[in-house]
């Protein structure tokens, strides 16, 4: 480009005013003597006036050129802006106009990313509750009515249900412990040892856990039955007559622990209740002896997430606690990698599947969990490339083909449709309609294997309940998870429509989620009623059933009676299951 030659410094200032710089000698062109010349700014080449000089080539001719039209063209715009600025001021009539505003540039750009499109954030925010002392509980638009119930002061029966379960008699040893969970001693001092004189007999924790495969594991399933026996009961029971807690991890021993506690939940024994607790104060001892912020294994994972049904099964009304909880199993399963595939770790197989196991059974369980609730997530399909575990229990058809079991039929309905319901439901931008339209429709078109279909319909003829009362329950939530989605993803649409078009909401706008949550609340009632008639005891102990039918109901008498929706037979359907259910169901604490 252009290169400087300069004359040796001038330290006696020898230079005298009088003298041309050395450029515009060499250029042999009138110098103003003030340096920087005019003639060196002009060309470009102020930097190096009065003592240096341009490398004589031709290019710097084309160079000067260039610049000498840059700077006319730069002096003409100028000119033109302050001739434009001055009309707009005579125009303003004393205000002064956005365009002549001086403002922080860089301060309002980074607002404009967040605030921009704020005008069209969706007005229906949830609700917050406040207390005296600043406490406050927040749950969003599609949080189900029963958790409305936690702000409610808890009844005289509810406080001495809880007071009864401190009384677990455990030494003061294992109390410290259970006090420091979640995060456990700083320095701790204790064994396992100290959990020997818990451990059940082999028999015992055998008929314990095949209580929690038939009536917890139906659902969610962390750790597989195989997996249980090989690793954690095997390793305790290593010699008949005796335990062995030294050669296994305490994460482990927490989950024995709550497998016998939920397993215990359905034991007829009268004692059952309070024992379950002591298994749970026991899990939670274990965790603490292995301070969570040192070790986390895949282990840790799963205790945490059985304590989180855990408690779901054993007291509905501890929402907040299992939320919290829940949060923090997301983060220790994100800590270890758990929403990676594992695959390039050169892990082994029976290591890899559990880890996808683990990963796809929390991220299901946490994504319905912020539904229900109306807040966002703690795990998001984004972020993880996970494959899928492999199905342990395919279902063989006549032809020898197999067909998805409940799980990974459940796993694999998360990824696809309630992922994208996460996202529609949680977004602050108001979404197109079409966009809920379309999802809807990808919701209905999910496919569902012969065998986890059931009889919703009369007209739904050769589909039929299934005689194994683990395999009818997981027909109903294969509907249960369908129409419920439905269900939550119609509902402000459904309310704007009922509050604007109280007499016809056929006729508003939004007729097409009117339609759609009858239809799903009337599916969802016929269905449970189905399946009550077919096994009711087992369908009366699952409470969490019975809280969607309750807003189902609400959603069908909210319809006015005009509508031509609402019929005789349907409101007696609703009357008949709730008397059904208020005559059989025991309340759970």
Known sequence: MTSASKSPPDTSA?????????????????????????????????????????????????????????????????????????????????????????????????????????????????????????????????????????????????????????????????????????????????????????????????????????????????????????????????????????????????????????????????????????????????????????????????????????????????????????????????????????????LDPEEQQRRRRMFWELYTYDAWTSIVNGRPPSLMIQHTDCRFPDDVDPVLKGSGEKELSWHAWKLRYSASCLSISIQHIFTTRVPSYKALLDLDKKIRKFPVAPHLQSPIEASEAGRAWSADRLHAMQQYCVVCERESNLLYIHRSYFAQAIQAQSRNPLQHQYAPSVLATYRSACRLISSLRGLYISHPDIAAQTWFFWSGIFSSCVGILRLPTSTVLISPIRLSLVLSLSKARGARLPMMP
């Not at 451990?199 to 195989?226: F, H, S, V």
């Not at 290593?238 to 305490?250: C, D, E």
Request: proline fraction near 5%; charge should be negative.
């Open 14 to 346: 020898a230079r005298k005013s009088a003298l041309s710089c050395a450029e515009c000698r060499r250029s042999k062109l009138r110098c103003d003597r003030v340096f920087p010349c005019q003639s060196c700014i002009r060309r470009g080449c102020a930097g190096i006036c009065p003592e240096g000089t341009l490398t004589a080539t031709k290019g710097n001719k084309v160079i000067m050129a260039h610049a000498e039209k840059l700077a006319e063209e730069v002096k003409v715009l100028t000119a033109r802006i302050r001739e434009l600025e001055g009309a707009l001021s005579g125009q303003a009539n004393g205000e002064s106009h956005p365009l002549l505003q001086t403002r922080d540039s860089q301060r309002e750009e980074i607002d404009a990313l967040y605030e921009k499109g704020l005008h069209e954030v969706s007005e229906a925010i949830g609700s917050l509750a406040i207390g005296q002392d600043g406490q406050a509980k927040y749950h969003g638009e599609t949080a189900g009515s029963e958790y409305f119930q936690s702000l409610l002061p808890p009844t005289e029966e509810e406080a001495a249900f809880t007071n009864e379960h401190h009384n677990l008699d455990l030494p003061y040893e294992l109390v410290d412990l259970v006090n420091s969970f979640p995060f456990g001693m700083k320095d701790c001092s204790y064994t396992k040892i100290i959990f020997a004189p818990y451990i059940p007999t082999q028999e015992r924790a055998m008929y314990l856990a095949e209580l929690y495969y038939k009536n917890t594991a139906w659902m969610y399933d962390p750790i597989i039955q195989q997996d249980f026996l090989m690793n954690i009961l095997t390793p305790i029971y290593f010699v008949p007559g005796f335990t062995h807690l030294n050669t296994i991890h305490a994460h482990k021993l927490a989950v024995f622990f709550l497998m016998m506690g939920d397993g215990v939940l359905y034991d007829p024994s009268p004692d059952a209740k309070l024992l379950a607790e002591q298994y749970h104060a026991l899990a939670q001892a274990a965790i603490s002896i292995e301070p969570l912020l040192l070790e986390v294994t895949s282990a840790t994972v799963q205790a945490l997430f059985m304590m989180v049904r855990f408690i779901y099964n054993s007291d509905r009304k501890s929402n907040e606690a299992r939320w919290v909880l829940n949060g923090l199993c997301a983060r220790l399963a994100q800590s270890i990698g758990l929403h990676r595939d594992s695959s390039g770790w050169n």
